[in-house]
């Protein structure tokens, strides 16, 4: 997805079915697959077709180049001086950023924006990202072993072969989420809000009462 849409002059991205990586009915299943792809923040819209999938990417995404990890260091380090209430402090405002391979390992940004970010290939081990809006982002293949997300929100967001092993998700808000291959195990979750929320092919989330209101666990 992210080569193709590095490439496209128009907006237009075309996938052939040849191109997905794994077993696909293209009769049964093109429908699905075309949902999945529209789900993306990125997508403007979706055609299926005979021989695949038409895809419009989204303008300001169009313009958009992924944040650079020399990047993300100065803004972490401006987000250290605004906890601090220092001169040159900025709150990290990654919203609508294509966050993709990028090591936030034990970097610290609580109560920063995500909003509608693209965050994929990254890992955030041990980082702290308290009170952080996530809301409407998209993960792929991103871990998080023992990182703090305490009182974050992610209404709204998705999740696809994500690792949030022992990670800190106490109070936080999954909202209308919807996660797929993620695993969740040994994470700390008591008072989370897991509101119409959907997984699939997860693990542990196996005490969390997806759909409801608040999940009370360990």
């Given at each position: 997805m992210r080569a193709a849409q590095e490439s496209t002059d128009d907006g237009e991205i075309?996938?052939?079915?040849?191109?997905?990586?794994?077993?696909?009915?293209?009769?049964?299943?093109?429908?699905?697959?075309?949902?999945?792809?529209a789900e993306r923040p990125e997508i403007a819209f979706v055609k299926v077709h005979g021989s695949g999938f038409t895809l419009r990417v989204q303008e300001q995404v169009q313009e958009q180049k992924p944040l650079e990890q020399a990047e993300l260091d100065a803004m972490n380090a401006r987000h250290a001086l605004w906890l601090l209430d220092q001169p040159d402090g900025v709150c990290a405002d990654f919203a609508g950023q294509i966050l993709d391979g990028l090591y936030f390992d034990s970097a610290s940004f609580p109560g920063a924006d995500f909003t509608g970010a693209t965050i994929e290939h990254c890992s955030m081990d041990g980082g702290?990202?308290?009170?952080?809006?996530?809301?409407?982002?998209?993960?792929?293949?991103?871990?998080?072993?023992?990182?703090?997300?305490?009182?974050?929100?992610?209404?709204?967001?998705?999740?696809?072969?994500?690792?949030?092993?022992?990670?800190?998700?106490?109070?936080?808000?999954?909202?209308?989420?919807?996660?797929?291959?993620?695993d969740f195990n040994?994470?700390?979750?008591?008072?989370?809000?897991?509101?119409?929320a959907e997984a699939r092919n997860c693990t542990g989330l196996e005490d969390c009462v997806l759909g409801t209101s608040i999940k009370m666990g360990g």
């Open positions: 075309f996938i052939s079915v040849n191109d997905i990586p794994y077993e696909f009915d293209f009769l049964e299943d093109r429908y699905l697959f075309g949902d999945m792809l702290t990202f308290t009170d952080c809006d996530f809301t409407g982002a998209f993960f792929r293949d991103v871990t998080a072993h023992r990182a703090d997300f305490d009182g974050a929100h992610f209404n709204g967001a998705q999740f696809e072969e994500c690792t949030f092993q022992q990670a800190n998700l106490r109070d936080t808000t999954f909202a209308g989420a919807k996660m797929e291959d993620c040994l994470s700390s979750m008591r008072g989370a809000d897991f509101s119409q």
